[in-house]
């Protein structure tokens, strides 16, 4: 059975000091599981840091962008490869990459691609906006965003990969989390299967059955259990709830419990 990947997206918040904080409060909260997978991500000036404080059995680290050549003349980047030492995972096509900072399907291509080049686990976020979904394209969306990003790995490379299903509409600010619109289990799992369906139809049954598939968007300790049971949800990209240590032990506490029931 697949570990369940449970990643927090501190986004751009929290300097050094409180960083540290947060991850010595996680971890009085967070048990040990081996099925749980739980993945801490900070800013690029924090990954240093955190890397010498974590408890390596209980979180790893992502990053939640890079550049995507591996050295040069690109001031201010930061590389996959100056990265690989010291995160597991990176966020990729985050939604405020696509739209706010103008990361286009090629971008993307090419950071997914320089990601596994360098070692790195993509977490690749797909997802369609208010008025895509509103004109009916979500599918189509999707399928674009998953095809394009994809296409330069290898059948052996795709098994790694994580892809976060992260509509745009449902994201929150940071801190209205628990008041937003999420969508139906009925339209997340319809997304997972299209997505599982795109991987299938360009690697096989195999590797979109191993790929794993979280969804992101406002989630919280109180709708995290619901949204992990979604048929083909694999865990959860959490934003503004996991920067409330109550928030997200409570959504590891849901995945534990979710896991032992599971074991019967
Ligand atoms: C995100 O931005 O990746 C995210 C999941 O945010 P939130 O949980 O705050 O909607």
Redesign the pocket.
């Known amino acids: 059975m697949k570990r369940t990947l449970i990643v927090a ?1 501190w ?1 751009m918040h929290l300097n050094t000091s409180q960083a540290s904080l947060l991850l010595h409060r996680l971890h009085e909260r967070i048990k040990i599981h081996r099925d749980i997978e739980i993945v801490l991500s900070p800013s690029m000036l924090v990954l240093q840091p955190l890397s010498l404080q974590i408890d390596r059995r209980k979180f790893r680290l992502a990053a939640q962008n890079a550049f995507h050549k591996d050295e040069g003349a690109y001031t201010g980047e930061v590389s996959f490869t100056m990265l690989q030492d010291l995160v597991h995972y990176v966020i990729v096509g ?3 990459r696509r739209y706010k900072f103008g990361e286009g399907l090629d971008t993307v291509r090419d950071k997914v691609a320089a990601a596994v080049r360098n070692g790195i686990v993509p977490i690749l ?1 797909v997802g369609e906006t208010k008025n895509e979904r509103l004109q009916g394209e979500t599918m189509q969306v999707l399928h674009d965003q998953v095809v394009s990003a994809v296409s330069n790995l290898t059948s052996r490379e795709i098994h790694d990969i994580v892809i ?1 299903y ?1 509509p745009v509409w ?3 600010s ?1 801190t209205d ?1 628990l008041h ?1 619109e999420i969508p139906k289990p009925g339209d997340i799992a319809k997304a997972v299967v299209a997505i599982r369906n795109d991987i299938s139809e360009l690697y096989g049954k195999k590797a979109s059955e191993s790929v794993r598939v979280l969804y ?4 919280s300790a109180s709708t995290a259990r619901g949204l992990m049971e979604v048929e083909g949800i694999d865990g959860l ?6 920067l409330n240590y109550h928030e997200f032990s409570g959504i590891v506490d849901g995945a534990y419990r979710m896991r032992r029931a599971e074991e019967g």
């Open positions: 997206n986004k985050h939604s405020d976020c976060a992260e449902a994201l929150s940071g989390y937003h992101g968007g406002s989630s990209l959490v934003g503004g709830a996991s």
